[in-house]
């Protein structure tokens, strides 16, 4: 995640450096970031984005769902999926596979 500094500098090509600064929309959403950030690692990753919406409400922080799709995106976090159904190795089980 970008740490929340005005400036930064890129170096893409060895001798060349080049001065990007953050705008203004990007610094004034990084606290939102970061409490979405924390909210999706203290559920060991398997919380959506209903789940966040909650936390996030719990911290008197209100936000929209497709708020949220698009910071977690943006962010790159994807959720695990929990698995319904411990595997087995008796194959003559009652129980129907899925």
Do not use: W
């Amino acid at each position: 995640m970008v740490e929340v500094l005005k400036i930064f500098v890129v170096g893409i090509i060895p001798g060349y450096r080049m001065v990007m600064t953050l705008s203004s929309r990007t610094i004034k959403c990084a606290p939102r970031d970061v409490l979405i950030k924390a909210s999706f690692d203290d559920s060991k990753k398997h919380n959506g984005t209903r789940c966040i919406q909650q936390d996030l409400a719990d911290n008197n922080s209100k936000a929209d769902i497709k708020t949220i799709i698009a910071k977690i995106s943006r962010q790159r976090l994807v959720s695990k999926a929990v698995k319904t159904f411990k595997v087995t190795t008796y194959s003559n089980h009652k129980n129907p596979d899925y």
